[in-house]
């Protein structure tokens, strides 16, 4: 089994900086892809910003420039550093990764972090 378990997160002011953590851990052979998606009510989940141990890296058009997302394939660890939050960043973020166990590739999620940009 996997697990990714996140941290960060919270409230943030417009223009303030936040930063989310996530680790997996489990059975992991190798980690594909680690990323950031955000969902908000009434709207399907989105990718916010994904990397392949820092060689590729993916943004949502609305946070390029203003996020960053780190990726340590040794560690098994994610962040993703949000500067100049706006309100229309606010979500909840799940850490997405795909790895490789010894059963194959399959997709996991973390349980989601609230994020919330407001003055």
């Known amino acids: 089994q996997v697990q990714l378990v996140e941290s960060g997160g919270g409230l943030a002011q417009p223009g303030g900086s936040l930063t989310l953590a996530c680790v997996a851990s489990g059975s992991v052979v190798s980690i594909a892809t680690m990323g950031w998606y955000r969902q908000v009510p009434g709207r399907q989940r989105e990718l916010v910003a994904a990397?392949?141990?820092?060689?590729?890296?993916n943004y949502a058009d609305s946070v390029k420039g203003r996020f960053t997302i780190s990726g340590d394939n040794a560690k098994n660890t994610v962040s993703l550093q949000m500067n100049s939050l706006k309100p229309e960043d606010t979500g909840v973020y799940y850490c997405?990764?795909?790895?490789?166990?010894?059963?194959?590739?399959?997709?996991?999620w973390g349980q989601g972090t609230q994020v919330t940009v407001s003055s």
């Open positions: 990397t392949s141990n820092g060689a590729y890296t």
């Open positions: 997405h990764a795909a790895i490789i166990t010894l059963r194959g590739l399959s997709d996991y």
